[in-house]
């Protein structure tokens, strides 16, 4: 029997609440008879570390994550801890450690749930936005000068090479191919942002050569929010920079009934590394702790996680599951204006995968 090595890091915040979640799923995938298990290993890794030991997770965590199959994530961030030490002191370490280059965010409107867009059913809202996960605004190059002083000076430079868009176009045009409609829209802001953006868009009709069944098109990313809202079921597959991408998908998940639900992979498309899956929300202080957090994000990136392992059948089942539960209004979480706690949407998940 296969066994699939698991690293969890539930981090910090709903983290610590929703990664067990996700991890009683895979549990009860593996006590079916589907041929396959798993070996978990946990990593406590994020505030409580930092507190004890001054860094987020230990010098030599790449290597003990370097054996795995997978990473499920949680969320790094503390409500006492400035939040660019703790983001990049571990899921950042992580994601650029292991040239996680492509953050894949599919959007739905699953069965059941409401979003805030009239006359938005499931068929016109089916997104997967793709993110460069390598570089650009988030390529931690900059500085202050003259700290404090009237003329302090700060910047964050936006590194984008040649190599780094290649790879996610290509990526994200593949993507596209292998979704029903075929359809592409490139983000872009080369408008405002006049070299690396220009480059950014001079690739993408490079790229496109290879891809000739790909209808593709290009929007500028504050025309994008509104054609996200507006224009919905004109989008399909989107790639964005780094920066633009993050954004869009908050964006987008708010759009299919909230950020609870919504899933992502930072993905080694090359397989050199183990690639990590985990919910787009943080740590969200405000619900912590009190059996409010949605799992679904997280049984969604599970989802996720399972495709990329090749185990597509296992995969399709723990969606169905996620989509008979998320029908059901009596569990539904706080944040789709239900009452069900964290444990009861798990237990229900773990309880169809069982039949
Ligand atoms: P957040 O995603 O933590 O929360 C935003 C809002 O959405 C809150 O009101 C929260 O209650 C709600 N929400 C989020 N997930 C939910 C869920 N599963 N169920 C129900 N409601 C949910 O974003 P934030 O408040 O901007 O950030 C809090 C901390 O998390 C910060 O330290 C931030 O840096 C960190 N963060 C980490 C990651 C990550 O690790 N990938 C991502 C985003 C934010
Ligand atoms: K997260
Ligand atoms: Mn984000």
Known sequence: MKIYKIATIPGDGIGKEVVPAGQQVLEALAAGSRGFGFA?????????????HGVMMPADGLDALRPMDAILFGSAGDPHIPDHITLWGLRLKICQGFDQYANVRPTRILPGIDGPLKRCGPKDLDWVIVRENSEGEYSGVGGRVHQGHPIEAATDVSIMTRAGVERIMRYAFKLAQSRPRKLLTVVTKSNAQRHAMVMWDEIAVQISKEFPDVT??????????????????????????NLHADILSDLAAALAGSLGIAPTGNIDPERRYPSMFEPIHGSAFDIMGQGLANPVGTFWSVVMLLEHLGEAAAAQQVMAAIERVTADPTLHTRDLGGRATTAQVTQAVCRLLAD
């Open 216 to 241: 593709w098109d290009k929007e500028l990313v504050d025309a994008c929010t509104a054609r996200m809202v507006n224009r919905p079921a004109t989008l399909d597959t989107i790639v964005a920079t």
């Open 40 to 52: 978990f290993q946990n990593f406590d890794w994020g505030g409580d570390f930092y507190r004890a």
